[in-house]
């Protein structure tokens, strides 16, 4: 195959995420932009060589839900570098950009990042859809290709700009992490992380793949799906 998704794999997106009534489908598309897979994809046994050269006592697997998993199965994401479907919810605005360029670090920092300089992703659509500022009209969630490697579990805030020696993602995990880097032992539940997010320092470690266009759940449902292909000029 030519390493992207397929339409059967569009139709299944579109199965799972109809099952939920708050979510509100109006597109789905599937990005093709060859330089960027081939740069992901050199990336990508990069991250094999290194977990092989020096395999992680214990891999972390993001609890994804089960048709991001099928999904990823049915693609052939590579096991050895750990690499999987995640989402990353952004404007509309933002879609030409990421059509040609891809997901880029230094567009993505904000002074709400609490967890460094990287790009994030969410294993939930309700925690990606909290990154989409329209609150009326199409939002966007993208399904993509993470790379996490071997994974550092942050328990605090932190401004990095790089995931520590030896590791090639970082991540936040629910009821672990603490949201305001308090002392141990004196978190409450309001400063917990409410949801697992991952966080990638490097472009290359990422692939957009499946455009999700959507509205809030006060939007009108349409019975109608565009499935289309996006390709980068």
């Known amino acids: 195959g030519d390493g ?15 099952a939920y009534p708050s979510f509100n489908m109006l597109s789905m598309r599937r990005l093709e932009n060859v330089e960027l897979f081939e740069r ?14 020096s395999p992680p006592p214990e891999i972390f697997v993001p609890d994804t839900p089960d048709w991001l998993k099928k999904l990823g199965e049915r693609n052939g994401l590579s096991k050895t570098a750990n690499t999987h479907y995640l989402l990353h919810g952004t404007s509309r605005g933002k879609l030409q950009s990421i059509v040609r360029h891809g997901l880029r670090t230094k567009f993505c920092y904000s002074a709400n990042n609490l967890y460094g300089k990287g790009l994030y992703f969410a294993d939930a659509a309700c925690k990606a859809a909290q990154y989409c500022p329209a609150a009326h009209g199409e939002n966007i ?51 917990l992380q409410l949801h697992n997010e991952v966080i990638v320092y490097n472009d290359c470690d990422v692939y957009p793949e499946f455009v999700l266009g959507h509205t809030s759940p006060a939007a009108r449902h349409l019975s109608e799906y565009d499935i289309n292909v996006v390709a980068a000029a």
């Not at 992207?4 to 109809?18: N, V």
């Open 141 to 191: 969630i993208l399904v993509c290709r993470v790379i996490i490697g071997r994974s550092h579990l942050l328990r605090k805030p932190s401004d990095d700009a790089f995931a520590p020696e030896g590791f090639h993602s970082t991540r936040v995990r629910t009821g672990v992490t603490c949201k305001l880097g308090c002392k141990p032992g004196s978190c409450t539940a309001k400063c």
């Open 40 to 53: 992901f994809s050199h990336r990508e046994r990069q991250v094999e060589r290194a977990m092989l050269a």
């Open 4 to 18: 992207f998704g397929t339409a059967s794999s569009a139709e299944e997106i579109l199965e799972a995420l109809t």
